[in-house]
């Protein structure tokens, strides 16, 4: 197949020790007042105060939302975007993890959109001209700051949604590795574990046939020549640091290499997207409320299992990446998931969906569910359907790889 890439990017990424500094001159020439979105942790951070105090230097009218939920309710998009009414920002200043970054998003749509956000759950129904987002992650995960996403929960739907456009990129991002140095080892594991399930899943999605409408007729198109790269960059990154970020948060280097990751997964995601392992988790996630990282690292050893046969030679890629010494495709392609399995455990995240609160009459709905995320499901390199999805879910529940490598 000829080559074929996509990228779709914020037009400044600044990335590095310190960077946050430079936040009022990306903001500056958006106008005169400035919406900070951030939450209740971060609202009583010094390091919060600083941005809002280095922004009024530069002569804006800064006000703050701090009180964005994890995991994204409507009601706090809702209560977000009233306060926005009042504040009338001409720039949105998104500071925290993915929850706070995609609820600034949301927001920007709101202020120029009036309709319902579900009339915009899919892809490409953002209209142009939404505010401009400046996101500054404060966890290595998401990758919210590049990606085209917003993930809420829709309490009529039960289970997370989102809304894909190339309108939801933020305008500009600022990651500094400095604001993760708060991050608690428990979140550092769970939001880092999220970033390689996205490395994985972008770097293994189907390549499709690189059609002219293939890159402007769809968010997400499969793995492509930009997106290898990003991803095979981000899978070297966190193999190497985040054991390490998680063991000693005080490390500037695993820090900065466990966020570059992360962004580098975010890029390359935002275009091939992602796949079954983002797909079981948003119903896993609706029955147990645990954190989105935490459920997709859970399962993707199992997806990895499921897609092997179809793998060999991308997973053998993927040991080498995790530095595993040279041997055959077919082996290779074993340890690649044995690592992935063995670097989840060393950071603590759970082996099997019981331990995370799963009940087995909840193994059914889950299944279903799984299938009607259409645009993961689809990027599955393997082609999933409610027999594969079962066969998953069960290994997962019993925390058994062996009954997928029949
Ligand atoms: N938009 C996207 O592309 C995308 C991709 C994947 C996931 N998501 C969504 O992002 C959300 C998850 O984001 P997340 O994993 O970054 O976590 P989060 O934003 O939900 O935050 C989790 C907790 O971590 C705390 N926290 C954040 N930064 C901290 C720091 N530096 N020090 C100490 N505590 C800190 C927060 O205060 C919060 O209590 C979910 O809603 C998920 O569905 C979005
Ligand atoms: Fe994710």
């Given at each position: 197949m000829r080559a074929f890439g996509v990228q779709r990017s914020p037009r400044t990424i600044l990335f590095g020790a310190?960077?946050?500094?430079?936040l009022a001159h990306l903001v500056?020439?958006?106008?005169q007042r400035a919406m900070i979105c951030t939450d209740s942790r971060f609202g009583a951070d010094p390091l919060l105060s600083g941005m809002a105090a280095s922004l009024r230097d530069a002569g804006l009218t800064v006000g703050v939302y701090d009180g964005t939920l994890a995991e994204l309710p409507m009601s706090c998009i809702d209560e977000a975007a009233q306060a926005a009414r009042d504040i009338r920002p001409d720039v949105i200043v998104a500071v925290g993890g993915g929850s706070c970054i995609d609820l600034g998003k949301l927001v920007a749509v709101r202020l120029t959109y009036d309709g319902p956000?579900?009339?915009?759950?899919?892809?490409?129904r953002v209209p142009d001209g939404v505010l401009p987002v400046i996101a500054v992650p404060t966890t290595s995960g998401t990758g919210s700051e590049v990606t085209p996403v917003a993930v809420l929960d829709d309490p009529g739907l039960g289970v997370k949604i989102g809304i894909s456009s190339p309108n939801l990129i933020p305008h500009a991002a600022v990651c500094d590795?400095?604001?993760?140095?708060?991050?608690p080892p428990g979140l550092t594991a769970n939001t880092g574990a999220d970033a390689m399930t996205h490395a994985i899943e972008a770097f293994t999605t189907l390549r499709r046939d690189p059609t002219p409408d293939l890159g402007v007729a769809n968010v997400f198109v499969g793995s492509n020549v930009i997106s290898h790269m990003q991803a095979a960059t981000a899978i070297r990154c966190l193999a190497g640091h985040l054991e390490r970020a998680v063991r000693d948060g005080s490390d500037p280097v695993a820090r900065e290499q466990v966020m570059l990751g992360a962004l580098l997964a975010g890029q390359a995601f935002g275009t091939a997207g992602t796949a079954a392992a983002h797909a079981i988790q948003y119903p896993v996630g609706a029955c147990t409320h645990t954190p989105h990282g935490l459920g997709v690292a859970l399962l993707l050893p199992y997806v990895m299992e499921f897609n092997r046969p179809d793998c060999v030679g991308i997973f053998a890629d993927i040991a080498r990446l995790f530095?595993?010494?040279?041997?055959?495709d077919d082996l290779l392609s074993r340890q690649a998931i044995d690592a992935v399995d063995g670097l989840f455990g060393r950071i603590g995240i759970p082996k099997s969906l019981a331990a995370l609160g799963v009940r087995e009459a909840d193994l059914g709905t889950i299944a279903e569910q799984s299938l009607t995320a259409r645009r993961l499901v689809k990027n599955n390199p393997r082609p999933l359907d409610l027999d594969g999805v079962r066969r998953i879910i069960a290994a997962a529940f019993e925390g058994n790889r062996d009954l997928l490598r029949s």
């Open positions: 310190g960077q946050r500094a430079a500056r020439p958006h106008g956000l579900s009339d915009l759950y899919g892809e490409f590795p400095e604001l993760t140095l708060s991050c530095g595993l010494p040279d041997a055959p």
